[in-house]
């Protein structure tokens, strides 16, 4: 994040889209939360996500989109 966040010009957003609460798995290595997301940005000195969007998984778990805004 903190390499995305140097790239993001000064109004930009970034969407993710992610599992979450979803066990590790061959397909999915590294799944991460929307809370852990939420501690990422805050390390790369970025805005709080925001979901969007959420979406249950045939595969296990919830899907969501989270948009991140620039401080």
């Known amino acids: 994040m903190r390499r995305i966040a140097t790239r993001l010009v000064s109004e930009g957003?970034?969407?993710?889209?992610?599992?979450?609460n979803?066990?590790?798995?061959?397909?999915?290595?590294?799944?991460v939360s929307l809370d852990r997301l939420a501690g990422l940005t805050?390390?790369?000195?970025?805005?709080?996500?925001?979901?969007?969007?959420?979406y249950r998984s045939i595969f296990g778990g919830s899907m969501y989109a989270a948009r991140i805004p620039r401080h």
């Open 13 to 20: 957003t970034i969407v993710v889209v992610e599992y979450d």
């Open 22 to 31: 979803r066990p590790p798995s061959r397909w999915v290595p590294f799944p």
């Open 42 to 54: 805050a390390e790369a000195q970025l805005g709080v996500p925001e979901a969007i969007g959420r």
